[in-house]
C-alpha cells in the first residue's frame, strides 16, 4: 500500500501509466509520490481529479474550474479556466476529456495536453457529470452522470444518452 503521512481528506488520485509513481491531492495541493519511497513532491495547487498524460506529466482539474498540467517536479507547466467545476479527467494520448459541471455548465470537453485547447465540447447531459473514460481504440468516449450515461463518436459528433433509472444513484 502506498500512503503519505500528514494529509487532509483526499479529493483525488491517479497512477502513472508506469506504475512507479503515483499522485494524490487534498486541500494543500498535488503530491507526487515514488512507490518506492521516497519524498514526495507537492504542487500548491488544490485540485480534486487527477491524471497522469504521457510522459509522466500530472493533469489537474480543480473544484475552482481550472485546469493544470504539472511537470514532474510539480511545478505548473501551464493553467487555463474550466466551463465549471473539474469533476473527472481522463488521457488517451495528446488529448484528454474533463467533466466539468457545476451549478451552471454539464459539459465534457476534449482538450489538447500540451496547450490544453479545447478541441470539442460535447453536450448532452442535463444533471451533473461525474466520470469521464476513453474507449480503447480513442475514437469515442463514455461519460456518467446523475443523468445518465452518454456513449461519445469523436467521427460524428453524436452522442446516445442512456438514462439513469428513477432511484438509482449514478
Avoid: C, N, Y
Amino acid at each position: 500500500p502506498l500512503s503519505v503521512r500528514g494529509w487532509g481528506p483526499g479529493a483525488g488520485a491517479a497512477f502513472a501509466p508506469d506504475g512507479a509513481r503515483g499522485a494524490a491531492s487534498d486541500t494543500s495541493g498535488v503530491r507526487i509520490v515514488s512507490v518506492a519511497g521516497g519524498p514526495a513532491r507537492t504542487g500548491g495547487l488544490s485540485h480534486a481529479a487527477l491524471a497522469f498524460t504521457p510522459p509522466g506529466k500530472v493533469l489537474a482539474g480543480g473544484r475552482d474550474g481550472t485546469i493544470a498540467l504539472l511537470d514532474e517536479s510539480t511545478a505548473e507547466v501551464w493553467k487555463d479556466e474550466a466551463e465549471d467545476r473539474v469533476r473527472a479527467l481522463a488521457v488517451s494520448g495528446s488529448r484528454f476529456l474533463s467533466a466539468e459541471s457545476g451549478d451552471g455548465s454539464k459539459l465534457v470537453q476534449l482538450r489538447d495536453v500540451a496547450p490544453g485547447k479545447l478541441l470539442e465540447s460535447l453536450e448532452g447531459h442535463t444533471g451533473t457529470v461525474l466520470a469521464v473514460a476513453f474507449s480503447e481504440d480513442g475514437k469515442g468516449a463514455v461519460s456518467a452522470g446523475t443523468d445518465a450515461v452518454m456513449s461519445w463518436s469523436f467521427a460524428t459528433r453524436a452522442g446516445k444518452r442512456f438514462p439513469v433509472p428513477r432511484g438509482v444513484v449514478a
